[in-house]
């Protein structure tokens, strides 16, 4: 495996972090602020990087690259394989009247099917339901493909996410990366480091992931009385306060809040609230989140039999609003479990796909750190 990484900031040129080698059609993982990505011309120029790359771009809440967290600025992780192959396929929500559960069926479904392994996803995080989303791609999918990846994020401006495949970014897109290869290994482990308090409410109305009423009176208002001034930044605001949804006793899943709807007093979060389930807000330190990757490191490096040669890391957005200076403290811990040689790359998402630790399903998370860990 050949890896190529650059970063670009603001107004200025490319910097090489690493080496930079000729790669014969690579995979490259563009990520970036959106008003960076939005420039018009920023296709052609990775273009002119990469002539026969296969070009992913996703907008991210903060860049994750080498032992950095950066903001306002474009990163770029060019991969060579030497023994794997891989097949990019794209579904746009904007284009269909696909639901997203259906979306996944098709998208997975332009796969092939015979060898494959693995399947990295870059999509939408605005508009998705990223509950039906993993669903509908665990229902194409055979049970030992794992499926993993993350929903762009916006910063902490909440306006519009973009994805795109050799084309510039834009709204509703999503991408499934599938790969293939008899010595391919990857691994994945998630943990959130967040702990639920105060009074455990009942989801009396919702539909989907919009969430209307938590014991029969309005979410948003309830939410609201409890964030007091900071009700005014919703919803970047609820971030430091994200929900506890119970599935059923053994297992519970973090939601975040994508948008609000100020007219339907509704709050729309990027998985599923079901009806009737059991509901707490949850809160966290930084001591406990930075703790949490070392643990996530752990538990993806003791999956592999041989040593990764790349980290792909997705980690929730209000992790890093949380964590502030301390962000990139994260990344050290994963380096501490992984050793500092392996190539890091990823970002601050929307929502962060993977499945439960000792399951094969994917589903979508919040306020988590995932990480999978790839060698070849």
């Not at 994020?153 to 306006?159: G, I, K, M, N, Y």
């Not at 495949?165 to 943990?191: C, M, Q, R, W």
């Not at 539909?207 to 409890?226: M, Q, R, T």
């Amino acid at each position: 495996m050949k890896i190529v990484q650059l970063r670009k900031y603001k107004n200025q040129d490319w910097q090489s972090l690493t080496p930079f080698v000729k790669l014969q059609k690579p995979l490259v993982m563009v990520f970036g602020d959106r008003l960076e990505l939005e420039d018009p011309k920023i296709y052609k120029s990775i273009l002119k990087l990469f002539p026969k790359g296969h070009i992913v771009f996703s907008s991210t809440g903060g860049n994750i690259i080498s032992n950095s967290v950066d903001d306002e600025c474009i990163t770029i992780t060019a991969i060579e394989f030497e023994r794997s192959s891989f097949v990019v396929q794209t579904i746009n929500l904007n284009d269909t009247e696909l639901d997203s559960y259906k979306a996944g069926i098709q998208l997975v479904n332009k796969l092939p099917k015979d060898g494959l392994k693995y399947i990295m996803v870059f999509s939408d995080g605005s508009f998705i339901n990223g509950s039906e989303l993993t669903k509908g791609m665990n229902f194409a999918v055979n049970s030992n493909v794992l499926i993993t990846g993350g929903l762009s994020a916006d910063s902490d401006r909440f306006e519009r996410t973009i994805v795109s495949y050799n084309e510039n970014p834009k709204d509703g897109e999503i991408v499934a990366v599938g790969f293939y290869g008899d010595t391919l290994e990857v691994s994945s482990s998630i943990e959130g480091g967040w702990q639920p308090f105060g009074a455990e409410r009942t989801v009396t109305r919702s539909k989907a992931n919009i969430l209307y009423e938590l014991d029969k009176k309005p979410a948003l208002d309830l939410f609201k009385k409890y964030l007091g001034d900071k009700a005014d930044e919703l919803p970047v605001s609820t971030m430091f306060y994200p929900l506890e949804v119970k599935i059923d006793e053994d297992q519970s899943i973090v939601r975040t809040v994508l948008n609000i709807n100020e007219d339907y007093n509704a709050m729309i979060f990027a998985g599923d609230v079901p009806l009737n389930s059991k509901v707490q807000l949850m809160m966290t330190n930084v001591d406990d989140l930075v703790n949490s990757a070392q643990l996530t490191a752990q538990q993806a490096f003791e999956k592999l039999i041989n040593k990764p040669q790349l980290a792909i890391v997705n980690s929730g957005l209000g992790r890093k609003l949380l964590l502030d200076q301390r962000t990139v403290e994260e990344i050290e811990q994963i380096k501490t479990v992984i050793g500092n040689e392996i190539v890091i790359t990823g970002f601050y998402s929307n929502g962060e796909i993977a499945p439960f630790e000792d399951e094969n399903m994917c589903q979508i998370h919040n306020q988590t750190i995932a990480l999978t860990l790839i060698s070849e």
